[in-house]
């Protein structure tokens, strides 16, 4: 019997332990533990019900195209509850001074792809318009390096569009600052464009015609669980033998076992774990943590790999959720919500309304508000006590949305370091991590550091570090598997 040992029980760790789950059910000769340092699965996903509310405490849902995440509930007996958001009333503001102003239809992320609402819009001034008309008819030369998303953007678009548009599209997304993260990592598809086309304008609308030709309605773009996101963590654990899921248990150390232990065949070196209850021997590990806790392990046994890893920055952040009769809401504008640019000097990123994203989350005749701060941008809030972050909250929601009314209740969760930003020159140092990982046979690395920030990718992470691992512990493929 091979023995895999998973560290972390996030979602990636959960789908990697799920998918060597089913292969001993089909009957291959394997057992695997998950050791969680909290005291609960699921990392960053948790939901909870107030006032018969879905409140989610991280992730709201996840992008549609994306299909890993689908598939997984579908797999695991979740394909009903799947829900898709209400599009129809798909309309994101952006906070100017006092006033909301729409995004204008036909922006692909920061790409202008229609011309009347551009050019009527009052989020960009005539010289920003008068750029993105000469972004497709001269659009500047291709970048020949990777570059921040602020740079690209304001070589194509110019500042305003950085300020106005992209920062508070990736603050509110990504937690991330639109100087740090890379074009290449974040948004690649953009950085093949530009060396397409040139003019990212041209690019999108050449994309769109493509999809164009395909038949039927476009799904939604994001899709969810009725019941929150942690009914796939729930599914998930309800699968596992539960003497295999070790939680409060966070491990402290592994280190390298030189062939003849643990059941390892000759010249194949085995993995030991440390935790407070003891060590254990495994055959593969699979962590499945933040890059700076792998680092941290694996310190001691490659400094170079731990260096790169703990390259990876990751920011902070805090969502405040408020529930509120849906009377109280009647000057909410109509839409999914609202992000503000740091220019305006708030410490709110971005705010969804809940009750019109999904429908069936807040009972009738309830509205619910989710208000996300921290970030790249501040992260000394998540020192701050409930008090003073409900009053913060609170008080830029009656500046912004003219709300007065007291909410029926408040949530607040907090997340340290979670949210993994890809730097400027991320696929060359994620490529050094392969590179140096690959000399660690048994060792297998998945999560939200690598290749996606998002709940499908890091799902993808972790089943393909489950594949690696049940070839690895095949004797004859250890250390070759793609990692
Ligand atoms: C507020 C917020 C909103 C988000 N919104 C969305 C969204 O709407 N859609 C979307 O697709 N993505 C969203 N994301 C991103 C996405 O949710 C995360 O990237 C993803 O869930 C991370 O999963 P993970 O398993 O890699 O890491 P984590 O969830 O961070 O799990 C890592 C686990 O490892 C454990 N651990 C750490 N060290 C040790 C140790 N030494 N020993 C044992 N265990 C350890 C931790 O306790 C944790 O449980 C959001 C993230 C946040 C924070």
Known sequence: MKRVGILGGGIAGLSAAWSLEKARRSGQPIEYRLFEAGERLGGVIASETADGCVVEAGPDSFLTEKAAAAQLCRELGLGDELIGSNDAERKTYIVVGKRLIPLPDGLMFMVPTKLAPTAMTRLFSLRTKLQMAREFLFPPAPATNDESVAEMTR?????ETVDRLVSPLLAGVYGGDADQLSVRAVLGRMADMEKKHRSLTRGMLA?????????????????????GMSQMVDAIASQLPPEWVHLG???????????????????????????????EVFDALILALPAWGSASLLRPIDHPLAEALSGVAYSSSITVTLGYEIGRLRNLPPGFGFLVPATEKRALLACTFVHTKFAGRVPEGKGLL??????ARNDELLDESHARLTAIVLKELEQILGLKAPPSFVRIYRWRQAMAQYGVGHLERIQ????????????ALAGNAYRGIGVPDCIRTGQEAAEWALRAVDAAAVGAGAR
Not at 255 to 265: A, V
């Open 155 to 159: 070589r194509h678009f110019g500042q």
């Open 207 to 227: 994309a769109r015609r493509q999809r164009g030709t395909a038949k039927g309605p476009a799904p939604p773009l994001f899709t969810t669980l009725r019941g």
């Open 249 to 279: 248990t966070e491990v402290h150390a592994i280190d390298r076992m030189e062939s003849g232990g643990h059941g390892t065949p000759r010249g194949v070196s085995g993995w030991t774990v440390e935790t407070p209850f003891g060590r």
């Open 370 to 375: 989710r208000c996300f701060l921290g970030g």
């Open 432 to 443: 050094l991590v392969r590179d140096r990982i690959a000399e660690l046979p048994g060792i």
